[in-house]
């Protein structure tokens, strides 16, 4: 099932971190696509850029996970979910792949995720937001998302 989203950048300046970035949508290597740039650093307890966008009412429980076109620059990047049962920003489902320099699609089994900083299993009858970030070291992010769906 294709999602539509409706990308938003957030960094970690809204924490108090100096990593800095953009979000730009439009042509990336010959298809449409929504595109996260910027430099993330850990100075100030930073460390992230991120695109995400909230989900509408879909039924991801009748899904095996999300697959995601994406062309990038070599680096390792995280997906995270998050869901209402989640009451600290700080709190999500993980799970990392690497973006190459050629556009392909990725396959993100639900069950790979990770829980981090939370007991709450995974329950996507609640699933809120998804995110794609670059976090964690210092390096150049560029990352491009022409579609993301639910596979099964």
Request: charged fraction near 20%; glycine fraction near 8%.
């Given at each position: 099932?294709?999602?539509?989203?409706?990308?938003?950048?957030?960094?970690?300046?809204?924490?108090?971190?100096?990593?800095?970035?953009?979000?730009?949508?439009?042509?990336?290597?010959?298809r449409?696509?929504?595109?996260?740039?910027?430099?993330?650093?850990?100075?100030?307890?930073?460390?992230?850029?991120?695109?995400?966008?909230?989900?509408?009412?879909?039924?991801?429980?009748?899904?095996t996970?999300?697959?995601?076109?994406?062309?990038?620059?070599?680096?390792?990047?995280?997906?995270?979910?998050?869901?209402?049962?989640?009451?600290?920003?700080?709190?999500?489902?993980?799970?990392?792949?690497?973006?190459?320099p050629?556009?392909?699609?990725?396959?993100?089994?639900?069950?790979?995720?990770?829980?981090?900083?939370?007991?709450?299993?995974?329950?996507?009858?609640?699933l809120?937001?998804?995110?794609?970030?670059?976090?964690?070291?210092?390096?150049?992010?560029?990352?491009?998302?022409?579609?993301?769906?639910?596979?099964?």
């Amino acid at each position: 099932m294709d999602l539509n989203p409706d990308w938003e950048y957030v960094a970690d300046t809204v924490m108090g971190g100096v990593s800095t970035g953009q979000l730009d949508v439009g042509p990336v290597e010959g298809r449409d696509a929504a595109r996260l740039t910027g430099t993330v650093s850990l100075d100030n307890n930073g460390g992230f850029v991120q695109m995400a966008f909230d989900t509408e009412a879909v039924a991801a429980e009748s899904y095996t996970g999300l697959e995601i076109d994406v062309l990038g620059n070599g680096e390792t990047y995280e997906v995270r979910l998050r869901t209402n049962d989640l009451t600290r920003p700080w709190q999500a489902y993980r799970a990392t792949f690497t973006a190459p320099p050629t556009w392909t699609t990725i396959r993100l089994p639900f069950d790979s995720f990770a829980a981090h900083r939370t007991e709450a299993a995974l329950d996507l009858t609640q699933l809120r937001r998804i995110g794609v970030l670059a976090i964690g070291r210092v390096f150049q992010a560029d990352i491009a998302v022409a579609q993301i769906r639910f596979y099964r």
